[in-house]
C-alpha cells in the first residue's frame, strides 16, 4: 500500500544572514576554477510557533589550491500549520521527508541569491552554489 503524502500549509516568515565571510584575495576566480561547496542544515523545531528554523551553512574551497575562498551560514524561518499534528516517537517529532526536502530547497535557493548579491565586486562574484538534490543535504536536528 502506498504511503499517504501529507499537505502541508508552508509560510516563509523570514531569512537572517548570521554570517558571511568572503576573504579579500587579489584575483576573482575565472569561471571553469574548480571550486567545491559543503553544505550543512540544522534543523529546529519550535511546536508552540508552528515554526520550523532551518540555519544553512555553505563553505566554497577552491579545490585546485585548497584555498577557502568564503562562506555564509543563514537562518531560514518557515511557519508551518499543522506543524502539532505530526507523530512524535520517541520524544523527537516526526518530519516528513518531503517537507525537509521542500524547506531544505527554499532555504538553499535563498541563501544562493543572498551570497550572489554579497559577493558582488569579490573573488566569488563569478561563483555560484550549484543546483543541488536537496535530499543530499547533510541534515542535523
Known amino acids: 500500500m502506498e504511503e499517504q503524502k501529507q499537505q502541508f500549509e508552508i509560510k516563509y516568515e523570514k531569512i537572517d544572514t548570521i554570517s558571511i565571510n568572503i576573504p579579500e584575495l587579489d584575483h576573482v576566480i575565472p569561471k571553469g576554477t574548480n571550486i567545491s561547496f559543503n553544505l550543512r542544515a540544522d534543523l529546529n523545531i519550535d511546536v508552540k510557533n508552528n515554526a520550523i528554523r532551518v540555519k544553512l551553512k555553505v563553505s566554497a574551497l577552491e579545490t585546485d589550491r585548497n584555498i577557502a575562498v568564503g562562506d555564509i551560514t543563514t537562518v531560514s524561518t518557515f511557519t ?54 536537496p535530499r543530499s543535504l547533510q541534515l542535523q536536528k
Not at 500549520?81 to 535557493?109: F, H, Q
Open 80 to 133: 508551518v500549520a499543522t506543524l502539532e499534528k505530526l507523530k512524535i516517537v520517541d520524544g523527537e517529532m516526526e518530519i516528513p521527508s518531503d517537507l525537509i526536502t521542500t524547506l531544505n530547497s527554499l532555504a538553499i535557493s535563498s541563501t544562493r541569491g543572498i551570497l550572489q548579491v554579497k559577493s558582488q565586486g569579490s573573488i566569488l562574484e563569478t561563483t555560484l552554489i550549484p543546483i543541488i538534490d
